[in-house]
């Protein structure tokens, strides 16, 4: 019943920008956190950035200064402005979030999760 549909992600060149949607239903999440994170192949997904209920946000140190995460609790939504994107960036990006406040800077510290969407970043 409950589901994250993001939409957003393509192929791009390095240096370019994309801006990452995140739609929740069948559950309101304004009063916990949501969150991007990355899973590129072979690798372990990690955080990208996430915000509280409060507007507070937290991101990974690689995205620092390039990424944006914001949020329309009214929309049950989540958004990631991603600007000077890197070969590095390329993953499949997910979105997540919870229904109560909480730590929101792991993979398990959240509720439910996107189906994911992929984001190709050409050299």
């Known amino acids: 019943q409950v589901q994250l549909v993001e939409s957003g992600g393509e192929s791009v060149q390095a240096g370019g920008s994309l801006r990452l949607s995140c739609v929740g239903s069948g559950r309101t999440f304004s009063n916990g956190g949501m969150g991007w994170f990355r899973q590129a192949p072979g690798k372990q997904r990690e955080l990208v950035a996430a915000?509280?209920?409060?507007?507070?946000?937290h991101y990974a140190d690689s995205v620092k200064g390039r990424f944006t995460i914001s949020r329309d609790k009214a929309k049950n939504s989540v958004y990631l402005q991603m600007n000077n994107l890197s070969p590095e960036d390329t993953a499949v990006y997910y979105c997540?979030?919870?229904?109560?406040?909480?730590?929101?800077?792991?993979?398990?510290?959240?509720?439910?999760w996107g189906q994911g969407t992929q984001v190709i970043v050409s050299s």
């Open positions: 997540a979030a919870k229904e109560r406040p909480g730590l929101i800077f792991r993979v398990i510290d959240y509720d439910y």
């Open positions: 915000m509280s209920s409060g507007g507070s946000a």
